[in-house]
């Protein structure tokens, strides 16, 4: 008994490769005009991927801070784009970027910006309350559990240490499930003990997840923690290192500063 042939075997389909979840193309940012006009950033070009976490780092002045600024849409390029989620945002009016930040961008500053008046678990829940999402108490104590303080919720910031601190402004800014979390110098007022602590909470949030990280830092023993490492001078990038050490990272930033 016979059976028509099949025919030739038709190639499986491959699922189309996500957008990066932060995409700079060619972006220039000066800042004053005329003679006084400084190029912070200059026609940069970088992606950072879903699920990974990338640190920034580069001599004072070589443009880290205003990277992230555009990125987050903090801050307009003068030229270029700037794409989240394969999104452009670049010329996004700003109650657009508004509702991006409060739904899809999570931040964490080196001050910690938390709000003196209210409770870890009121600061925690604040995005959500911008947000307009109704607030359920059991996500915002889960978020304090995820960063180890679940049994500090009623705590104020002054009742807090400063990793304590930080580690709330991380559960803030994770609560609403961000796609990418902006971190500018996360550990800079913390000591190594509790630096280590926020660092490891960076790992957990990229591990196994689409959530990304873009950390701004100063510390090679910081960069050394984030899967890959760039470096900008003057506005540009000059190097990225993947896996680095904390001495490979110090080594190329001193080439740099020099």
């Known amino acids: 008994m016979s059976f028509p042939s099949a ?3 038709m190639p499986h ?15 220039l940012r000066r800042y004053g005009s005329d003679d006084t006009a400084v190029t912070a950033l200059d026609r940069v070009s970088i ?10 780092m580069g001599p004072s002045g070589s443009g880290k801070s205003t990277l992230l600024h555009c990125a987050a849409g903090l801050d307009r390029a003068d030229e270029g784009q700037v794409l989240v989620a394969g999104r452009d945002i670049t010329r996004a009016p700003e ?6 930040r409060r739904r899809s961008l999570g931040f964490v500053f080196q001050n910690f910006n938390l709000v003196g008046a209210l409770t870890a678990e009121q600061n925690v829940a604040l995005p959500l309350r911008l947000a307009g999402v109704r607030v359920k108490r059991e996500q915002v104590r889960a978020a304090l559990a995820d960063v180890g303080l679940g049994d500090r919720g009623g705590h104020r910031p002054r009742e807090l240490s400063g990793g304590q601190q930080q580690r709330v ?3 803030r800014a994770m609560v ?3 796609d990418v979390l902006f971190a500018d110098e996360p550990t800079g007022a913390l000591d190594s003990r509790s630096a280590r602590t926020v660092l490891g909470l960076m790992r957990r949030v990229v591990q196994g997840s689409p959530q990304c990280v873009v950390m701004v830092t100063h510390d090679p023993v910081a960069a050394s923690a984030a899967d890959a490492v760039v470096f900008l001078r003057d506005g540009r990038l000059v190097d990225r290192l993947v896996g680095a050490s904390a001495r490979d ?5 001193a080439t740099l500063e020099d």
Request: no cysteine; proline share 20%.
């Open 7 to 9: 025919g030739p075997a």
């Open 13 to 27: 389909a491959v699922p189309p490769m996500p957008p990066p979840a932060v995409e700079l193309r060619g972006v």
């Open 47 to 56: 992606a950072f991927p879903p699920g990974s976490w990338t640190a920034v």
């Open 95 to 100: 109650h657009v970027l508004t509702e991006l």
């Open 169 to 171: 402004a991380i559960a």
């Open 176 to 178: 609403t499930r961000p």
């Open 249 to 253: 990272v110090a080594d190329r930033l």
